[in-house]
Nanobody
Framework: QVQVVESGGGLVQAGESLTLSCTAS?????MGWFRRAPGKEREFLAA????????EHADSVKGRFTISRADAYNTVSLQMNSLEPEDTAVYIC??????????????????WGQGIQVTVSS
């Protein structure tokens, strides 16, 4: 199973930016970011496909969050700008090693990180 590790979380003030990184232990087909806020359902944020570099972003964060390939091996970054208190959540990275995945479906991935806390203060 692919090991997935998130980094870069923390506490920021509203309006600030934060970049999360996610590294997978082996090559994979796609990596995605999700979040789970208190009292809310888990939410898809963005995904990156290694085969063609294509990305998908949820409408709720489009224009503020951007997923991209990082320089490090098997690593993607999630650039988050203009953060709001409503963005406070545990952010979870997932990886797909099968190549058969709907990148917006958390359960369709086959490896997940432990999650990392992002807190945005007002």
């Amino acid at each position: 199973q692919v090991q997935v590790v998130e980094s870069g979380g923390g506490l920021v003030q509203a309006g600030e930016s934060l970049t999360l990184s996610c590294t997978a232990s082996t090559r994979n087909y796609a990596m995605g970011w999700f979040r789970r806020a208190p009292g809310k359902e888990r939410e898809f944020l963005a995904a990156y496909r290694w085969s063609d570099g294509s990305t998908e972003h949820a409408d709720s964060v489009k224009g503020r969050f951007t997923i991209s390939r990082a320089d490090a091996y098997n690593t993607v970054s999630l650039q988050m700008n203009s953060l709001e208190p409503e963005d406070t959540a545990v952010y979870i990275c997932a990886a797909d090693s099968s190549g058969m995945v709907s990148v917006r479906d958390f359960e369709a991935f086959d490896s997940w990180g432990q999650g990392i806390q992002v807190t945005v203060s007002s």
